[in-house]
Every structure is written in structure tokens, then in C-alpha cells.
């Protein structure tokens, strides 16, 4: 008896562990899954938008590529284009890569973003390959030059985790942005 009561008391102990351990990452584990759920007001300066979009992405650092799905509704303008950004939330940042585009602006130096589905509701996926990590300064319309603030993919990776990067959704109605979210991986749970 005195041995069953002393199992159910190290069984009990260590119930609280095991979820813990299993919500780690894994240091062999390459892959991590990233969203944004993004809206009007995490825009700066804020939009009134009735819009929303949904961010999912999986980083994979062995294969150094992220696979993604941005779907968008209820847009106040057409969409012309998403990128992703560097930049912590409240602040902007240029963009590092092409999610969609209905302008044919895709630098020469990344692969063609896919078309941006809508007018003001659709969905795109895509594979972003570290040659499609791109940045680019807002000094007007054209850019006079191309910065990459990433030596490498890792670097990339690295930024999304921190929190440091977000996605923008850009409309007729809206150039600068309509919809914008930080992209976050599965250890922050917040809703911003």
C-alpha cells in the first residue's frame, strides 16, 4: 500500500513537468510554425478597416525556405500587394519579402511573388527561398537602392522568432497599408 501511495504521489509531481517539456522546442527540430492575424489597427498609423487577414508560414532552417498561406477579407480597396516587413510592432519597417503582388514589382534579384487573388477577398501560398529575402528602402516610388539587413536565411529566421518581423496587406484604398500584423511563433499566444 505504501508503495502504491508513494507511485501516485511521483506520478502527480511529475504531471506538471511533462506538458512543459513537450511545448519546448525541440533542438533538432528545424521547423517552426509562425501566423499573424492581422487588422486596420496594428497599421501605423492606424486604419479604420472592416478587413482582416490570416498569416500562416512554416520556417524550415535545413531547407532554408518558409512555406506560407495569407488569405484576406472584407478589404475597404483592392488589394495591390503583401510583403513582409522588418520592424517591431508600432514601428515601420521595409519590406524583406514579397508575399503577393498585382503590380509586377517583384525585385529582379527574388522569384516572381504570386498574384495577389481578390479584388478584396482572396488567398495565396507560396515558398519563399532565401534568395527571395529582399529589402527595400522607402525613398519613394522607385527605390534608389536595395539593403539587405539579413547576411543569411538564418538571420531571416532568426528575426521572425523575435517577433521582429510583420505582415502588411496593401490596397487601392490604402497604399501604405490597410492590414498589418506581427508574426509570432507558437510561444507568444497574445492577440494584438
Not at 92 to 103: E, K, Q, R, S, Y
Amino acid at each position: 500500500m505504501k508503495k502504491a501511495v508513494v507511485m501516485a504521489a511521483l506520478v502527480v509531481m511529475l504531471l506538471p513537468v511533462a506538458p512543459l517539456a513537450s511545448d519546448r522546442r525541440d533542438s533538432d527540430d528545424a521547423t517552426d510554425a509562425v501566423r499573424a492575424h492581422s487588422d486596420g489597427y496594428q497599421v501605423v498609423p492606424s486604419q479604420n478597416s472592416a478587413g482582416s487577414s490570416r498569416f500562416h508560414a512554416r520556417v524550415d532552417r535545413h531547407a532554408k525556405t518558409i512555406e506560407y498561406e495569407l488569405s484576406w477579407q472584407d478589404l475597404k480597396g483592392d488589394i495591390l500587394q503583401s510583403h513582409i516587413h522588418f520592424g517591431r510592432r508600432a514601428t515601420n519597417g521595409d519590406i524583406v519579402a514579397f508575399l503577393c503582388t498585382n503590380l509586377g514589382n517583384t525585385p529582379p534579384s527574388a522569384t516572381p511573388a504570386p498574384t495577389c487573388q481578390g479584388p478584396r477577398e482572396g488567398m495565396v501560398h507560396g515558398v519563399l527561398r532565401a534568395g527571395d529575402i529582399v529589402a527595400l528602402a522607402f525613398a519613394g516610388i522607385q527605390p534608389a537602392q536595395q539593403l539587405l539587413p539579413f547576411s543569411d536565411f538564418d538571420e531571416f529566421a532568426n528575426a521572425i522568432e523575435a517577433g521582429a518581423t510583420y505582415v502588411v496587406v496593401h490596397t487601392k484604398a490604402q497604399p501604405p497599408g490597410e492590414l498589418r500584423g506581427q508574426i509570432h511563433g507558437r510561444e507568444h499566444h497574445a492577440h494584438h
